[in-house]
């Protein structure tokens, strides 16, 4: 008889420690929810600052024949690293 209630009273605390893990997760899901948002936010609001960057630099200069290759260059580069950092933000 004893041996039940030993065993009643592992069940009970195996079962508080399975709510808390319950809750834990739901809070940690809203979380990682949170950061994906913030992440769409920040990919949009990069994406539109690089559009703004291509159009002052378009705007400024009168691109020739040399000057294209080497904005083509760099635009590239730029390109590139919008890659990587969109896809070190989505890891």
Do not use: H, P
């Not at 200069?61 to 690293?81: A, I, P, R």
């Amino acid at each position: 008889m004893q041996s039940l209630s030993l065993l009643n009273e592992k069940l009970d605390v195996l079962l508080k420690k399975y709510t808390q893990l319950q809750a834990e997760n739901n809070r940690l899901q809203g979380t990682i929810a949170e950061q994906k948002q913030q992440i769409e936010t920040l990919s949009g609001k990069l994406t539109l600052a690089e559009q703004n960057l291509m159009a002052a630099q378009m705007s400024t200069s009168v691109l020739e024949g040399n000057d294209k290759e080497v904005f083509k260059k760099q635009l590239d580069t730029v390109l590139s690293e919008i890659d990587k950092l969109l896809a070190t933000l989505n890891d």
